[in-house]
């Protein structure tokens, strides 16, 4: 188990920066995410680690030891492709076996190690396969064993699972997870989909163009993001212009229109403009005249479990989801409750 | 509509005719039993191979360009697959002129270049002494065979599984030699197969640079169609033409269906 | 992976590249800017411009030019016209004839060029197949020249450079989506309308290059002129190996040379031109 701590990373191609100064420290057998959308950094912070691309600036420690200057092999990673780059010329035992083969361990336990992690990976019937023989899911398994194997510092995941159908993924992200749990290895994950991150990680790191802009556990990047950004990225967010007095007393107290009013936590940095987030589950849906905002429905999409209702308020369309039981038609006009304990400031972005 | 399609069928059949037409005519003009060359053959008859397995000169001439190309088609290898991997792996903005140098030996007239070589290897003091001029112009011609295919199955190739042979432990020779070279296995057969039908067939090159004493097959092959009309040509031409068969059924056996 | 870029890679194939194609492509630039020789001896001391005086004043060369291209040219459009329908059938025939179909339009490439020559010598020779063929069959008394002039030529260098011609085709027309020509005719399109209004403009980029290829190859080769036109055709590159083999004209070669590059060149910057404004 290894401690990774990221100080200050800065990469640019040719001055350009994809990189502005990351810095991160991932604990003992922690799964981290990198999550954002494509061209934030996540995969290029994912390479510098694994020396694939060399960092302009700042340093990257494993356990307290400087290894930014170190060749990619000399790292002791395993990493996992998003293509899974399997070598298509070796058979599933002989792709588990190279790393150990690089490693110069004797035969013998060579072939003791991949039967062990074949079994871990539940693959020991395919060890003769080559990688076209088998399945997406398959592949994929081979690609973490092959990553395993070595027993590695750190492991690291490139997008595994964007190549995989909807319900294939949804298993893989089980079993990745237990067998992250299972081996204990400080895991850094890089992706784009906000419920990846969420369902797998210790921490989530969320990155906006070269930069971090909020590192938390699932719960506090989705329950109180830092910017409207975050809010949006990691889930739907309701974003309100409500008027806000005494901000810097440690709550803050919102106007209503009608009058009423509500107390909320105060964000900890000042923003320039502040709203309030609230998220479409958090909204709970009443009767017309009830409740701090009237609206009326404009779109209901009944979605198994839930329904997503838009509503028309007089602060915009509103997204509200609500228990299937919840029963309104489109056009007819209703009450909104907002819970306060649930509302969030959040710093509103530049361009809003 | 019906009618213009039968016409554009009947004339695409005879395209395919008229490329396969001279190479049909030589190998059937080899069977020939008659002491010229006439059509259709005298009788059928394996004389002239008889003939030319006994005259030296051709024997000569074929072990002398088979050699020729077997080196020249090394050299090329070793080279192009270098540069290929460059310009695939590692070339950033210049890419684009690294192809276009790599490719000028094909782009340039050959009667021309070898001309310049000529030239320039008389200038350097070197002149066609030990086939040096002979043997560069060969791998001239060669390397842009080369460097296309390997290109393209390395652009085929997905860099990914480099990187992984590296993050697994492997130096950037070995995650080559264990690895790259595997997959790129195909693209080098089919290179070095053209490569060496190439250097094998070319004449101008040849022609000027050759020096005294003995001379490759088609140099040999011209000398003796100046002045003899015999179907030992035709047979030399049909073993010749064989040959390359060969090459392309073996290398397309042994690498063409596989990764 | 940007570490360190490994020029040791190129290296090898970059110092060729210079040495024995840069560096005497340039001598012989500066070759023909030097004095024409005088008492046997390839050049005199010297430079000016008396090598290409005297290749515009020699009616005998000069004239060889213009026939030259024109060669060039019609190889071209011989190889447009062979070349397309087969491009076109290779394109949508199926896996397994592909394979076959493919092998033949390489085939010309696969044999030497003298063994190619010969078989054209043997086909159309006044004694060959073709006038022997038609001799039998009471259709001519007296041969057909078929070669020892253009028209051999022409027909031999189309056939060594069709396949020039078909691969960059090819290369286009596989890049278009068989939807599209559904979509089209979904929309009423006749096939010749397809074919006009959206097949070939795709294949435009492969016709420009294949044209180019084809051209740039036919003015500059040399044995496929010199056999089947015996010593009757005479083209450019012909003469200028004449002149540096056997004359030793060493400066005046290369003047020739370059001017037939330069007027090469020319004509396919014009080709490009004319192609793209229409087309792009």
């Known amino acids: 188990m290894t401690e990774v701590s990221l100080l200050s990373l800065v990469k ?341 | ?160 599984c480099e990187l992984a042979a590296r993050s697994l432990g492997a130096s950037r020779m070995t995650a080559f030699r264990r690895v790259t070279l595997p997959l790129i296995a195909p693209g080098l057969a089919t290179g070095g197969v053209f490569a060496f039908i190439i250097s094998f067939d070319t004449f101008g090159i040849s022609f000027i640079l050759k020096g005294t004493g003995s001379a490759p097959l088609p140099i040999q092959l011209y000398d003796y169609l100046r002045f003899n009309f015999t179907p030992e040509a035709a047979a030399v031409s049909t073993v010749s033409i064989i040959f390359t068969l060969a090459a392309v059924v073996v290398a397309d056996r042994l690498f063409g269906r596989k990764g | 992976m940007s570490r360190r870029r490994p020029l040791l890679l190129i290296a090898p194939a970059a110092a060729l590249i210079f040495f024995f194609v840069m560096l005497p492509y340039i001598n012989v630039l500066v070759m023909s800017l030097r004095m024409p020789g005088s008492e046997g001896k390839p050049f005199d001391p010297g430079f000016g411009f008396e090598a290409y005086a005297q290749f515009f004043t020699q009616d005998y060369y000069l004239s060889a030019l213009p026939h030259t291209l024109w060669l060039g040219i019609i190889t071209t459009a011989v190889c447009l016209l062979l070349g397309y329908p087969l491009a076109l059938h290779i394109a949508t025939a199926s896996r397994r004839w592909r394979g076959i179909l493919y092998g033949i339009v390489l085939s010309p490439l696969l044999v030497g060029i003298v063994i190619r020559s010969y078989g054209w010598t043997i086909l159309l020779g006044n004694t060959g197949v073709i006038n022997k063929t038609l001799k039998d069959l009471g259709i001519i008394v007296r041969p057909l020249k078929l070669m020892y002039n253009d028209f051999g030529v022409v027909l031999a260098l189309a056939h060594v450079f069709l396949p020039f011609m078909v691969l960059p085709l090819l290369s286009s027309l596989q890049g278009i989506d068989p939807a599209i020509g559904q979509a089209a005719r979904s929309l009423g399109a006749s096939r010749l309308t397809v ?19 084809v051209f740039v190859l036919a003015i500059s080769s040399y044995v496929t002129p010199a056999l089947i036109g015996g010593m009757r055709v005479k083209t450019t590159t012909i003469l200028v190996v004449d002149a540096l083999i056997d004359q030793f004209l060493w400066p005046f070669g290369s003047a020739m040379a370059f001017v037939l590059a330069l007027s090469a060149g020319l004509i396919v910057i014009a080709f490009a031109m004319l192609t793209r404004m229409k087309w792009k």
Request: with cysteine; aromatic share 8%.
């Open chain 1, 12 to 352: 640019s191609y040719g001055g350009a920066p994809a990189l502005r100064g990351i810095s991160l420290s991932v604990g003992h057998g922690q799964f981290v995410s990198l999550l954002g959308p494509s061209g934030c950094g996540k995969s290029t912070t994912l390479r510098c680690i694994a020396g694939f691309e060399e960092v302009t600036d700042g340093r990257i420690l494993f356990d307290g030891k400087d290894i930014s200057r170190k060749l990619p092999e000399k790292r002791d990673i395993g990493m996992v492709f998003q293509s899974y780059a399997l070598f298509p010329h070796l058979t599933v035992a002989q792709n588990l076996a190279f790393g150990l083969e690089m490693r110069k361990v004797p035969k013998a336990q060579i072939a003791e190690r991949v039967a062990r992690t074949l079994d871990l990976v539940q693959l020991t019937p395919y060890a003769e396969r080559y990688p076209k023989a088998l399945s997406g899911g398959q592949q994929q398994r081979v690609a973490l064993g092959r990553a395993l194997v070595i027993e590695p510092a750190i492991l690291l995941l490139d997008e595994p699972l964007a190549n995989l159908d909807a319900k294939l993924r949804d298993e893989m992200r089980g079993f990745i997870r237990d067998l992250q749990k299972r081996v204990g290895i400080t895991t850094i994950y890089v992706t784009h989909d906000q419920n990846e991150a969420m369902t797998m990680s210790d921490l989530v790191v969320v990155m906006f163009d070269g930069a971090i802009a909020q590192a938390g556990t699932p719960e506090e990047i989705y329950n109180t993001p830092s910017t409207e950004a975050v809010a949006r990225f990691v889930g739907n967010a309701n974003i309100l212009d409500l008027p806000a007095a005494n901000p810097g007393a440690g709550t803050i107290d919102l106007t209503l229109p009608g009058g009423a009013s509500l107390t909320i936590p105060a964000p900890e940095k000042p923003a320039a403009r502040l709203g309030i987030m609230a998220r479409p589950e958090q909204i709970a849906l009443t009767g017309a005249g009830q409740g701090h905002l009237g609206g009326r429905v404009t779109r209901r999409l009944f979605g198994g479990g839930y329904i997503d209702y838009e509503i028309a308020t007089d602060f915009g369309v509103l997204a509200v989801q609500t228990p299937a039981n919840v029963l309104a038609d489109e056009g007819q006009a209703v009450g909104l409750l907002l819970d306060p304990a649930r509302l969030w400031p959040v710093a509103r972005d530049a361009a809003a």
């Open chain 2, 1 to 160: 509509m019906r009618l213009a399609e039968a016409l554009l069928a009947l004339f695409r059949v005879l395209v395919y005719i008229f490329l396969l037409a001279p190479i049909a005519v030589v190998v059937l003009a080899s069977f020939n039993a008659g002491n010229f060359l006439t059509f259709p053959p005298q009788g059928l008859s394996l004389r002239w191979f008889v003939t030319f397995l006994q005259n030296d000169v051709f024997i000569d001439a074929i072990v002398y360009s088979a050699v020729l190309a077997a080196l020249a088609t090394a050299v090329s290898l070793v080279i192009g697959t270098m540069a290929a991997l460059y310009y695939v792996r590692h070339a950033g903005k210049e890419a684009e002129t690294v192809r276009v140098l790599l490719l000028l030996p094909l782009i340039l007239p050959e009667i021309l270049t070898a001309i310049a070589l000529l030239f320039f290897f008389y200038q350097i003091g070197v002149g066609l002494e030990h086939r040096i001029a002979l043997f560069t112009g060969h791998v001239l011609m060669t390397l842009p065979f080369v460097f296309l295919n390997v290109t393209t199955s390395l652009q085929g190739r997905d860099e990914a």
């Open chain 3, 195 to 213: 074919f006009r209004r959206v097949t070939f403009p795709v294949s435009m980029p492969g016709v420009q290059s294949g044209c180019i290829l």
